[in-house]
Structures are given as C-alpha cells and as structure tokens.
C-alpha cells in the first residue's frame, strides 16, 4: 500500500497495538524514560502510555466497524453491521455521467485496478458530536473526474447511493427522500483531500462503512461521506442533499466542521472521540483549515452552513 506522508496526522500509527510499541522505543531511543519512568514498566506504566497516547491516533479497528450511521439499515448504530452483513456489493458499478465528454460505466474491480489506494489517515467528525480517525484506503476523486473529461458547465458534483429496498430495510420506510444523495462543488470535489475510499486499515470496506466505494471529505461533517455509490454525475445546479431534503434549517449544502455555528439543537463547539471519555474541541474546518480555507473566502460561513 503506498502512504502519502502530506495528510498523515503526526502523531497516529497504523494500528493501536503498534502505535504503542513504537511509542515506547520513541520513549526509550528519545531518552526520554527519565522524564517519565512509570512509562516503561508495570501496569503504571500501561496507564500512564495510554494517557500520553495522542488524541489523533487511529480509532480502533472493531469500534469503526460497530458504531456506524448508515440509515438504509438502521437508525441504531450498534444495529448497522449486522443488517448490512450480506449487502452485495460484487458484482457493482459505478456510473460517471453528466455534465462530461467521456461518460463510463466502471464495474468495481476496475475501478479498483485503475486508480489504485493509498493510505490517508483522517478525522471524521459527525454532526452530532462524535468523532473518529480513520486511516482509509482509497483514491482522490479529482483523478476520476479529470479522467471523465467535465464540460464547462459542470459546477456540481452529485453522488447517489444504491437504492434497492429489498437489501436495504431502511429504505423501506419513507420518512427518508430515498436514495441518499449528497454534493460537492466542483473546486472541492477536485481539492486533493477529496477521497474514494474502498478500505479502512488495509481492509476492503465493509458494508457497514459503505462497501464497495464510499465519499470521504474530511473538512466536512461525516453525512457528507456518502456510502455505496453508484453514480457521481457532473451537473450544473447545485444538489439537494437527502438532509437538505429532510431538514434544510439544520442540514445545509456545505456543511464544513465549524466549531462557532451552532446546530439549531446543539452547540458544536466540543466532540467526543469514539475510545476516550472525555470530549476535545472541535477544530475549525475539522483541523483542515490550511487545505481549504481559501475555498470559501469571502463567504458568511453563518449563512452557508
Ligand atoms: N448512504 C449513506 N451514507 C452515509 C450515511 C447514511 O445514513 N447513508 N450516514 C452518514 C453519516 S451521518 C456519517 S457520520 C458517516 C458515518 O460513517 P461510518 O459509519 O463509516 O463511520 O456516514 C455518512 N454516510
Ligand atoms: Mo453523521
């Protein structure tokens, strides 16, 4: 698996286990056992690493597969996984149409063959105040989309998740403007954070986390990151999001992590990492302020939220 160093957050390793060993040999090589001796040794020692452990380390493994939104299934989240076990998601395509010279239909194994995975370790900030990191495989979408060629007028980007009820109990009940939709701009579809993911640590997804190809945006909250795609089509009006649809004075188009503006029913100021207690600040553009900012200069981010 290739790694891109520019995105990696400092701090994280690839698994709990070996974030922790390579600690203490970063600990013990550092020379820095003196500063804290209990880290070493005994059951102390555990306790005390475990507090050192960074806040950005990569959640783990088993949590990110059992605590999952994905509203086709459930609305409970510990129910997702099991529901969604034997989602088939092979035989799939993916369609890219629109607003594009060359249109094309990628069944999910070439799609995988032709752009590839590398690793990207990210957080993930839900909109209802929890979060995770996690260190996803996949490809930056803007390969796809230069790959299809978008006409001039193309200023939106539309992605569809699988409709089809009888997998999906969820979608059974209408509450829900089915199938899930969610947009991006063009510029942000195209920004070098935007990722198709198709695995979590070296793992192909699962169904639970939107197996076989699944959006991640990592500056924005996670409902942005739509699951199971079949289709992403360049357009030139702007999408209405299934949350736009089902409630457009809580859920609007941009979304982006904002740790002043408020949810109608809840402050956003503070999230609790999925694996720790206590709860940490949100960080603006969910830390990703450098990579983006300049995307959205100019605009009241009160106003387009
Ligand atoms: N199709 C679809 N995509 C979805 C959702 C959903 O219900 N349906 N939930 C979203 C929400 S609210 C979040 S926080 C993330 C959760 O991703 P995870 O379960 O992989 O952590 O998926 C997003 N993508
Ligand atoms: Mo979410």
Redesign the pocket.
């Known amino acids: 698996m290739k790694r891109s160093a520019r995105y990696i957050i400092p701090s994280s390793q690839i698994t709990q286990e070996s974030a922790y060993l390579n600690r203490r040999s970063f600990i013990k090589s550092a020379g820095l056992a003196m500063a804290a001796p209990g880290m070493l040794l005994g059951a102390a020692g555990e306790v005390a690493a475990a507090r050192a452990r960074a806040v950005d380390d990569p959640t783990l493994y088993a949590d ?1 597969i059992s ?6 299934f459930s609305q409970e989240k510990t129910a ?1 996984a099991a529901l969604a076990h034997d989602l088939v998601t092979d035989p799939w395509s993916v369609s890219v149409e629109g607003l594009v010279k060359k249109p094309r239909k990628y069944d999910i194994d070439d799609l995988k063959k032709s752009f590839g995975a590398e690793q990207r370790i990210y957080r ?1 900030r ?3 105040g929890w979060s ?1 990191v ?1 260190p996803w495989d996949g490809f930056e979408l803007s390969r796809l989309i230069t790959e299809a060629d978008p006409q001039s007028e193309a200023k939106y980007v539309k992605f569809t ?1 699988l409709l089809d009820p009888k997998q999906m109990p969820g979608q059974r009940k209408s509450y829900f403007s089915w ?2 939709v ?1 947009g991006l701009r063009l510029d942000e579809a195209m920004n070098s954070l935007t990722l198709l993911a198709t695995g979590i640590y070296g793992k192909p997804l699962l169904p ?3 197996a076989p190809v ?1 959006l991640v945006v990592p500056w924005k ?8 795609i079949v289709k992403i089509e360049l357009v030139a009006r702007r999408p209405v999001s ?1 949350w736009m649809n089902t409630s457009s004075a809580e859920y609007g188009f941009y979304a982006n992590v904002n740790p002043n503006v408020d949810h109608p029913r809840w402050s956003q100021r503070t999230e609790r990492r999925i694996g720790d207690l206590r709860r940490v600040r949100t960080m603006m553009f969910n830390g990703y302020e450098k990579e983006v900012a300049d995307m959205y200069k100019g605009m009241d981010l009160a106003r387009y939220f």
């Open positions: 990110i605590y999952n939104n994905y509203y086709e997702v993930m839900c909109v209802e995770m996690i998740t199938p899930y969610e639970q986390n939107g699944r909250y996670g409902f942005k990151g739509i699951k199971s299934l």
